[in-house]
Structure formats: C-alpha cells, structure tokens
C-alpha cells in the first residue's frame, strides 16, 4: 500500500500535490467554518489535476472522511427533519446525474462548476437567514437538483444552501444543517459512483493522501467558528466563492 501511495504521489508530482493540499487544506477550513463551500473551492483545483471522474470520487471521499470524524460537532444543531425529503429525492437526482459525467468534457466539467459557483453566491448575496416553513414541493425540487450536480459534479451545494440560508434563522442551525447534508450526500454519492464504475485504487490512495490536510482545515474551521461564530462567515464565503467561481469559469472559456 506504501508504494502504491508513493507512486500515486510520484505520478501527480511534487508541486501538483502541494496545490492539492493547499486547496484542500483551505476548503476544509472554509466547510467546517460556514457550513459549505468544500467541493465549490477543492473542485476547481482536483480538475486541473486529475480527471472529471476522479475528482468527483476524492471530493465524496474526502467530505464524508472528515465529516464522519468531526460529527460530533454539528450533529445535535442539525434540524433533521426538513432533510428527510431533501435526501429521499436527491438519491434519484443523483444517479442520473452520475450518468451524465461521461458526456461531459473536461471544459464543459469546469466550465459548470464555474457558473454553479457563481450562481450560487449571486442568490445568497440576496436572500439572508429568516425562519420560515418551505412551501410544498420545495424540499423535493431542492433534492432533485441537488442529486443532479451531486452525481454530475460531486457538488450538491448550491440547491440546499439556499434553502438552509432561506429556512434557519441561526447560523448554528443552518451550518449544521449543511454539514449533516453534505456528509451524507457524499455517502449517496460514493455509493452511485461505485455502482458506475469510477472508483478505483488510485482515488483511494488520493483519499489517502489528501486526509491529513483535511483534518488540519477541519480543525482550524472549527475553531475559527467557535471564536467568532456569525460575525463574518457570510462575507468571507461568499467572496472567497465568487473568487474560484470566476477563475475558474475564465480558465474553462479561455481554454
């Protein structure tokens, strides 16, 4: 397994490795602070590194490795209930969406994440955190749309963080919500991509590989969240988001 490990590293390169881990190390640090924005900031970096299918696996793998050893930390905020449906719905979103990862290019894959980066930020920087109950039908819509990028791009996000910031009034709550969702959309995931064929021992050893940096940014969100809670995750998100989603978008139309 060393060696396995060590080739993979080889096979990436040095430097290669040290911008993965610095952009895992930040997006760590960035979810475990606001709740979300882990696969919108590592993406745009695995995909200049390894291929579509690839990243989408190390993305999942990594999310539901590092949520499952910080769980503890958001699990009793977490409103369970509102996610039931959500989760339910995404499961089918999620399989078609896997389906269509192959007919996508490597252009089109970061040119996608791009514009859903974007988009996404365009909505939060309107709608802030007010408690009220969702409208019929918009857990389930929330759920197929997320499924569809979770499958196509390992980034479920942008759907269910509009209705997290639109439906918890607390940032405790609707950042609890989100790491809850997030951990387990990338079991879903894993599971679809399994069945799909993408995983393989090369993922694995990136997982491998990939771990520590997690658990360092992990470890810093969390913190940094404890010290100063709501005063500014909203700000720092949304700019450091609109940041990778336009670079990201240009590199993909200049390409």
């Known amino acids: ?5 060590a080739q993979t590293f080889a096979e990436i390169g040095v430097y ?4 993965i881990w610095a952009a895992l190390l930040f997006a760590s640090l960035l979810r475990a602070f606001t709740g979300f924005g882990f696969a919108l900031a590592a993406m745009p970096v695995l995909a200049l590194f390894v291929a579509p299918t690839e990243a989408v696996v190390i993305t999942a793998g990594l999310t539901l490795g590092t949520s499952l050893l910080s769980v503890h930390r958001f699990w009793p905020d977490a409103p369970k209930r509102p ?3 959500i989760l339910l719905f995404s499961i089918a979103g999620t399989a078609v969406g896997a389906q269509l990862l192959e007919q ?7 040119l996608w994440i791009g514009l859903g980066v974007i988009g996404a930020c365009a909505v939060l920087t309107f709608y802030h955190p007010s408690p009220r109950a969702p409208k019929r039908g918009v857990p389930i819509i929330t759920g197929l749309v997320s499924g569809l990028m979770n499958g196509a791009f390992a980034i479920p996000g942008p759907p269910v963080i509009v209705f997290a ?15 809850t969702y997030f951990m387990l959309a990338a079991a879903i995931a894993l599971c679809v991509f399994a069945l799909s064929g993408y995983l393989t021992f090369r993922s694995l050893w990136m ?6 940096a997690m658990l360092i940014g992990d470890r810093l969100g969390h913190a940094l969240f404890a ?5 500014l995750y909203r700000r720092i998100a949304l700019g450091v988001l609109y940041a990778v989603g336009i670079s990201i978008t ?6």
């Not at 910031?165 to 790491?179: D, P, V, Y």
């Not at 010290?227 to 005063?231: P, V």
């Open 1 to 5: 397994m060393i060696e396995a490990i």
């Open 16 to 19: 290669q490795m040290q911008a």
């Open 83 to 85: 996610l039931w449906p």
């Open 104 to 110: 996508i290019s490597v252009e089109q894959f970061q």
């Open 165 to 179: 910031m639109a439906t918890q009034g607390e940032a405790r709550h609707s950042r609890a919500m989100l790491l």
């Open 207 to 212: 997982f491998v590989l990939g771990m520590p």
């Open 227 to 231: 010290r100063f809670g709501t005063l």
């Open 250 to 255: 240009l590199k993909a139309l200049l390409a």
